[in-house]
Every structure is written in structure tokens, then in C-alpha cells.
């Protein structure tokens, strides 16, 4: 079965390690770029590289990011010889951004390369970065425009956020590869990630929610709200900041148009949300080993496939 995922680096590459788990090679993700940055010299790329760790057993679980059981030789000498400390890459971890650097020195477009690094390390799926473009979440607070990953990590996500803006998204398309994949879909769908900055930089791409709206194959999307709460992160404070409910209603109406089908999670306390031309199922939602991952994405892959005509 060919499936699309649509990922950030968390909810949805939790849910694509379970996709994967089904349909193996079947499965193309297409993930997030809006949170790169460059930093030590390298271009990283977390939310592909997120899903590559899922996708190959590589992810440091109990974190949440990185490689586990890796050291920061690497980055600790760097920081002695006056590196800037806010962005710590552990040693294999800065192997992917140095080779990513080294191909887009060479000129390589950054599709062949995320893919490329997926495939290298193991992973049975194909990993496709939004857009070859470069784009970049920003955040405004009251300081003044920050870098997602600057109001991430220097700010800890604590300011206010006016404003939320993908800088460079008008000059991205949607790459050979990502259309290809969503034409040739059965299934699409959209992971429990945040609907703003993980989802929502994904869907800004000049193109891309018209591909989905035509797709021949349903799009679903899981709500990232395990019984109404979100399990890491700060979608809840990006939701109210874009004028949404941080709910399973408020990613409805975030999608509006894009999705056929919402996943609701079992123990949310609301009512499902009544959004027009959209189905909804509820089931446990929870991902917290590879059997549940596996049990959700089956669960998501059989309602998606009671959609279709
Ligand atoms: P980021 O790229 O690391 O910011 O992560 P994502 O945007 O991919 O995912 C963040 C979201 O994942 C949060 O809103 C969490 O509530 C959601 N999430 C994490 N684990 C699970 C899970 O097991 N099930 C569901 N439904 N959502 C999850």
C-alpha cells in the first residue's frame, strides 16, 4: 500500500515509525524544513532527521530527540574552542548535518539528500524534506522577530507569540518527489504534530494543500490531543497564538479543506468536532511503544480506507 505522511518530529514521526512498521517501503514521509537552522557549521534539519531516528530504531526515546546513547565529544570541544553552546548536536548527530552540508556545498537539492540519509542509516521508508526551498519559522514577541529555534531554545518558548511567519515560503513548490508521492497515494496522513509549526509550514507551501485537496486517496489526520492534553510541547500556546481552540475541534478547523477524516483520541473529554465533511473515529491514541505506534497507525490506515468512495 503507498501511504503519505505528513510529519514534524515527534507525534507524526512516532505515527510514521508505525506506518512504517506496516506497509514498509510503502511509506513516504514528508516532513517538516521550517525549524532548520544553521548552527556549528552545519545545516540541521530536525524534523526530517526526527523521523529518520524513528523511522531506523536510531531516536533517543526517553529525550525525545537525538541519537540515543550518544556522546557530545564533538560539540564539547567546540564549545571550549569558543563555539556558540545554545544548540548541542551529539556526535552522530552532527555526522547527518555535516554530510548534509557537504551535499548542499555540492550543490545537491535537499530532497535526494534527506532521502539519501534515510536510506544510509536503514530506514525502509522514503524521507522527503516540504520543499527543496529554504524556509524558516519565525516567531514575533515583544523582543522583535526570534528564529523558531532561538524562541525554542534561548527563549524556552516562554515569551508571548504575536505573530507566527514562515519566512521564504512564497518562492517554495512542492518538489518532484512530494507530488509524485501524493498522486500516487492510497492513504494520506497527517500526524499528531503541531498544527502550526509542524503541520502548518508543510501546508503553506505555495501548492502543496491544493495536491492534497486533489488527491485520489483520503486525507486523515490524527489529533495530536491525548485525552484533551497536548503530551510534549507548546502546540496549545501556537493554537491560541493563530486564533484556534488547542482541541481536537481547533485542528479540524485548522485543516479545513485538506482533511476528509479526523482521528480523535479515545479520552478526549470534548465532543467529537462538527466540521463540514469531516469524519471522525475515536481510538487510543497514545504512542508510548512500538506496539502502539503500530496498533495506531493500522487503526488510522483502516479508517482512512473506509473513506474512499
Ligand atoms: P516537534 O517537531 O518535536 O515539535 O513535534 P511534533 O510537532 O511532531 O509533535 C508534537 C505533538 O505531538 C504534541 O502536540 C503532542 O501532543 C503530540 N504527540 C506526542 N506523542 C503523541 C502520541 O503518542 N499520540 C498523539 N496523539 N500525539 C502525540
Known amino acids: ?68 546513547g550518544d556522546a557530545f565529544t564533538v560539540f564539547e570541544r567546540l564549545v571550549e574552542l569558543g563555539a556558540p553552546d545554545w544548540f548541542g548536536l551529539s556526535d552522530r ?33 522514503t524521507v522527503l524534506p516540504m520543499c527543496d526551498e529554504p524556509v524558516r519559522t519565525r516567531v514575533r514577541t515583544d523582543a522583535g522577530w526570534r528564529e523558531f529555534q532561538q524562541y525554542l531554545i534561548q527563549d524556552g518558548a516562554g515569551p508571548a507569540i504575536e505573530e507566527v511567519d514562515f519566512a521564504g515560503i512564497s518562492d517554495a513548490r512542492p518538489s518532484p518527489e512530494a507530488e509524485a508521492a501524493i498522486e500516487g497515494a492510497e492513504a494520506i496522513v497527517i500526524g499528531p504534530s503541531n498544527p502550526v509549526i509542524s503541520i502548518g509550514p508543510i501546508l503553506a507551501v505555495p501548492g502543496m494543500s491544493a495536491l492534497l485537496a486533489a488527491a485520489e486517496a483520503p486525507v486523515v489526520a490524527v489529533s495530536p490531543f491525548v485525552a484533551g492534553e497536548v503530551i510534549k510541547g507548546p502546540t496549545d500556546k501556537f493554537m491560541r497564538a493563530i486564533g484556534r481552540e488547542p482541541s481536537a475541534a481547533g485542528v479540524a478547523s485548522a485543516y479545513r479543506g485538506v482533511i476528509d477524516g479526523l482521528v480523535v483520541d479515545a479520552a478526549d473529554p470534548d465532543p467529537d468536532p462538527d466540521e463540514d465533511g469531516v469524519a471522525t473515529t475515536r481510538l487510543d491514541t497514545l504512542m508510548s511503544d512500538a506496539p502502539a505506534r503500530r496498533r495506531v497507525a493500522e487503526a488510522t490506515l483502516g479508517f482512512a480506507t473506509s473513506l474512499r468512495d
Open 93 to 125: 548527530d552532527l555526522a547527518t548535518c555535516l554530510e548534509r552540508r557537504r551535499r548542499l556545498d555540492a550543490g545537491e537539492r535537499l530532497t535526494p539528500i534527506a532521502s539519501g540519509l534515510a536510506f544510509a542509516l536503514g530506514a525502509e521508508a
Open 1 to 68: 500500500m503507498s501511504v503519505v505522511a505528513l510529519a514534524g518530529g515527534t507525534g507524526g514521526a512516532k505515527l510514521a515509525a508505525g506506518l512504517q512498521e506496516v506497509v514498509g517501503d510503502g511509506l513516504t514521509v514528508i516532513a517538516n524544513t521550517g525549524d532548520d537552522v544553521e548552527a556549528l557549521g552545519v545545516h540541521v534539519s530536525p524534523d526530517p532527521d526526527l523521523c529518520t531516528y524513528w523511522l531506523t530504531g536510531l531516536i533517543d526515546e526517553e529525550r525525545g530527540w537525538g541519537i540515543r
